[in-house]
Every structure is written in C-alpha cells, then in structure tokens.
C-alpha cells in the first residue's frame, strides 16, 4: 500500500506571495491532518480535515487555511506570506473513525520564504 | 492544555550502549501515547504506540511502557546501532472528544547521534 505522498518537496517563495501545497493520504484513509515543523516552535498542529470538512483546527492566523476533495486528498494554502512561515510542512493520514488513531505521514513539504 | 516534555538533548552513545529518553505528559482524559522518529531530511515514521495504562509499545528493540501514576513513557532500547541516529519524538493524542480529532500533541525532540 503506497504511502502519504506530499507535493511539492520543496518550494522557494517570496514574502507576501501565496503558497499550495498538496497531501494525498494512505488509500482508505479519510482523515488529513497538517502540521508545521520549525527548529524554534517544533511541531504545531495546523488543522484537520476529515469527509469535505474541517474538524479542528490549532492556533495559526486565518491566513492558513486548507480544504479536502471528496477523494480525501488535501491542499493547505497560506497566503500573505511571512519570513517566519519557512518551515517544513508535514501531512498526516488515518483512517478518521475514531480521536485516538495512529496517524501516518508524508515526507513533507520544505517552504523557504525569502 | 496538553503537553508533552522529553529530556533535554542530544544524547550521544557509543554503538551498543543502552539508551533512555525520558517523556512525561499533561493531559485530559486517557491519552493514546506515542514515539515518532524522522531521519535527516525525512518526515516522521511512527516507532511505536500504547493505548492504555500500563501497555507496552515496542519495535526493532525499542520499548516505553505507559505509566499513568508517573505520567510517563520512557523510551529504552538495549543496544544502539549507529543506524539509530535519529531525532525522536514523544507526543500524544488525547480523547477530549471533538477538540482532539487529528491532534497530536508533540515534545521538542530529542537527537540522538550514535558513534561506531
């Protein structure tokens, strides 16, 4: 079974541009998470999306945001953006059916904004 | 809010030395307790798991035992290998209902750097 794939592996942006950035999670996995990695902060939960639809979501500005299809692949977009949003950018997928499952993710996204 | 604190780092062992990295939490409820580790360049690999108090995780020599008196998982492993070099995660997913869905709750990390 292939794994969570994220597109792109690497970006270079310039402050005040927007950015995409592209999950496909483990085939029959219904839930996407997305989390933001930096040596200063460690790892932050963004959101989480599970059937079309946002179920939570952690303390970043409205100017993240993310959406999911209906075949469970997941985009974030972050527009505006900020020198301090450099990070890698780092899905996770599972199965959506219950709080506590394990969840699986990608290789990430590395963004550098400049 | 839910925190998780590993010990301060790096840690640097010689091959076979036994290794410990202490993780204690802060949670609602009965959190589902995990290890997570990300080689350089790579995102996070899930190592091990436990569910409940005192369950077991363990996998390719790790283990961390769920201690709910202590509020700790401690991952050991016997024997290192220099292919252990790593940085290891603790973190948590706690059952707090809706506020938990896709949440993990991670410590800072802990790099672990392995000499022949």
């Known amino acids: 079974k292939a794994g969570v794939t994220q597109t792109p592996r690497y970006l270079i942006k310039t402050r005040g541009q927007q950015v995409t950035l592209s999950c496909s999670p483990i085939s029959g996995h219904r839930s996407v998470s997305w989390y933001q990695q930096t040596p200063g902060q460690g790892l932050q939960f963004l959101f989480e999306y599970f059937s079309e639809t946002q179920r939570n979501k952690g303390n970043f500005p409205g100017r993240f945001s993310g959406r999911q299809f209906s075949n469970s692949r997941s985009e974030m977009n972050v527009s505006t953006l900020e020198l301090g949003d450099s990070a890698l950018y780092l899905c996770?997928?599972?199965?959506?059916?219950?709080?506590?499952?394990?969840?699986?993710f990608g290789p990430g996204t590395r963004l550098l904004v400049l | 809010g839910d925190s998780v604190t590993q010990m301060e780092g790096p840690v640097t062992l010689s091959e076979e030395a036994f290794l410990t990295i202490n993780c204690t939490y802060t949670?609602?409820?009965?959190?589902?307790l995990f290890w997570y580790v990300q080689y350089p360049g790579e995102g996070l690999q899930l190592l091990l798991k436990?569910?409940?108090?005192?369950d077991k995780g363990s996998n390719k020599g790790f283990e961390a035992t769920y201690r709910k008196e202590t509020t700790s998982f401690h991952l050991e492993k016997g024997s290192v290998q220099v292919s252990d070099s790593a940085v290891y995660f603790c973190?948590?997913?706690?059952?707090?209902?809706?506020?938990?869905?896709?949440?993990?709750?991670f410590g800072q990390g802990t790099i672990l750097t392995v000499h022949p």
């Open positions: 973190a948590l997913i706690s059952n707090a209902g809706g506020t938990s869905y896709g949440k993990l709750t």
């Open positions: 436990a569910t409940k108090a005192d």
């Open positions: 996770a997928s599972s199965l959506g059916t219950s709080v506590q499952e394990t969840q699986y």
């Open positions: 949670a609602t409820g009965y959190p589902s």
